[in-house]
């Protein structure tokens, strides 16, 4: 009678398809030990907006309004995001 195999037997982690192997492992535990350049490691999180911390403002639109923002959007280049951040800034200044 045969053993039923679990999937984790087969199982290999990857980064970007790449099967991690124990060296790997190995050499980023041996990396990690010898500790890092703080100022050299990539600034993480999102870059800040205006002049102080960020809110997040749920806002609702009907259908043809985000189609519209989405449309300038594109024409524009840039995020949803931004055009509903300078219609806003328009409004208020």
């Not at 195999?5 to 041996?30: A, F, L, N, R």
């Amino acid at each position: 009678m045969q053993a039923a195999i679990s999937y984790y037997t087969y199982h290999v982690e990857t980064i970007d398809g790449v099967p991690v192997t124990d060296k790997m492992i190995q050499e980023w535990s041996d990396e990690a030990e010898r500790g890092y350049d703080v100022d050299v490691l990539k600034k993480r999180g999102r870059r800040p907006i205006g002049n102080g911390a960020a809110r997040v403002v749920p806002v609702r639109m009907d259908d043809s309004l985000v189609a519209a923002v989405d449309q300038r959007a594109e024409k524009d280049g840039t995020s949803r995001l931004e055009i509903i951040r300078s219609a806003v800034r328009a409004f208020v200044a």
